[in-house]
């Protein structure tokens, strides 16, 4: 089966910056999924990893250790626009395809 | 350059009703996806989708619930008899092929904006 864990809820103050955390055990691995989703929208992607490492993209960066189950975004130099989901998804299954996600963490940016 | 067009947006059914939720993939795009998001919680993957065949539908519920990709035509979703745990958001995503996981193929799934089904 898979399991996915990540916080439910972060607070971080706008120009900050914030680590979410991803642990998961699955029965297949083919890469890890970082989506944000606003609030009554659909989720949109931001990284793909599938070898460990660091992946940066702007302000935004993706880490994996596939021995330890273990990723991590980071989103730098917070904006207010920045609050909303985050949605960490391991790409696996039987077919190798489907999408597993953890709950998501909502995290709040204050002024 | 349209993306994953889902309709309709908003659906409101009454107990024991037959919802269709239809998905039009990316264009270029043969594999369709169906997750569902109950309030407050996370997507769960329901059925993965090439045109005319089922791939994995270890997520669908076992009964009242089937999903189809016809040749011609969009992806639809259907849910007979609803009942109010229904209730949820069904997004539909696409993607362009099956993947290896290569480091620079990653083939990402693109989301539509979902379907919001309202059960009375």
């Known amino acids: 089966g898979q399991n996915i864990d990540q916080p439910t809820e972060m607070t971080a103050t706008e120009g900050a910056i914030v680590q979410i955390n991803c642990t998961y055990q699955?029965?297949?691995?083919?890469?890890l999924f970082w989506y944000q989703q606003h609030a009554g929208e659909a989720p949109t992607f931001l990284s793909y990893?599938?070898?460990?490492g660091l992946e940066e993209k702007g302000r935004f960066s993706s880490f994996l250790s596939r021995s330890k189950g273990y990723s991590y975004l980071l989103l730098k130099e917070l904006q207010m626009k920045d609050s909303a989901s985050y949605l960490c998804?391991?790409?696996?299954?039987?077919?190798?395809?489907?999408?597993?996600f953890g709950g998501g963490t909502r995290v709040l940016v204050k002024p | 350059n349209a993306g994953v067009m889902q309709n309709p947006r908003h659906l409101v059914r009454r107990r024991g009703q037959e919802a269709r939720l239809r998905c039009s993939p990316m264009?270029?795009?043969?594999?369709v996806y169906w997750y569902r998001q109950l309030p407050e919680e996370g997507l769960k993957f329901m059925v993965y989708?090439?045109?005319?065949?089922?791939?994995?539908e270890s997520g669908m519920p076992k009964e009242r619930f089937s999903a189809e990709f016809p040749k011609e035509g969009p992806s639809i979703l259907r849910i007979q008899q609803v009942v109010r745990g229904d209730s949820a958001a069904y997004f539909c995503?696409?993607?362009?092929?099956?993947?290896?996981?290569?480091?620079?193929?990653?083939?990402?799934?693109?989301f539509g904006p979902g379907t919001r089904l309202t059960v009375l």
């Open positions: 998804a391991v790409k696996g299954g039987a077919a190798g395809n489907k999408l597993t």
């Open positions: 699955t029965s297949g691995f083919n890469g």
């Open positions: 989708l090439q045109k005319e065949n089922i791939i994995d």
């Open positions: 264009k270029g795009h043969s594999h």
């Open positions: 990893n599938v070898l460990d």
């Open positions: 995503a696409s993607s362009p092929r099956s993947t290896s996981g290569s480091r620079f193929s990653y083939n990402e799934q693109f």
